[in-house]
């Protein structure tokens, strides 16, 4: 099972009508797309990059998205990928 994570859905800058979809304390200040791949590359859950993809909420930003094997919940898998990029940072 795969599931689709945009940069959006965890951008503390962003609010949750914007699609922030993990708790603002828990969300990384703007995050990139390799940034979110070489954390779920780190948690073994296969990335794999979609470039030049638009976020529906935020159609005028292409920052891609990113398709991932699903092994735990969504929100989880999302936590754990932001938790990872703010120690890398």
Same mark, same amino acid.
């Given at each position: 099972m795969e599931a689709v994570i945009w940069p959006a859905n965890i951008d503390s800058k962003? %609010?949750? !009508? =914007?699609?922030?979809?993990?708790? +603002? *304390?828990?969300?990384?200040?703007?995050? %990139?797309? !390799? =940034?979110?791949?070489?954390?779920? +590359? *780190?948690?073994?859950?296969?990335?794999?990059?979609? !470039?030049?993809?638009?976020?529906?909420?935020?159609?005028?930003?292409r920052k891609g998205r990113l398709r991932i094997k699903k092994t735990k919940s969504k929100i989880e898998i999302m936590k754990k990928i932001s938790r990872l990029i703010k120690a890398m940072r």
């Amino acid at each position: 099972m795969e599931a689709v994570i945009w940069p959006a859905n965890i951008d503390s800058k962003k %609010t949750r !009508k =914007e699609g922030r979809k993990i708790p +603002k *304390k828990d969300a990384v200040k703007d995050p %990139t797309i !390799k =940034e979110m791949y070489e954390a779920a +590359k *780190k948690l073994g859950l296969e990335p794999e990059i979609e !470039k030049n993809k638009y976020y529906p909420r935020s159609w005028w930003e292409r920052k891609g998205r990113l398709r991932i094997k699903k092994t735990k919940s969504k929100i989880e898998i999302m936590k754990k990928i932001s938790r990872l990029i703010k120690a890398m940072r």
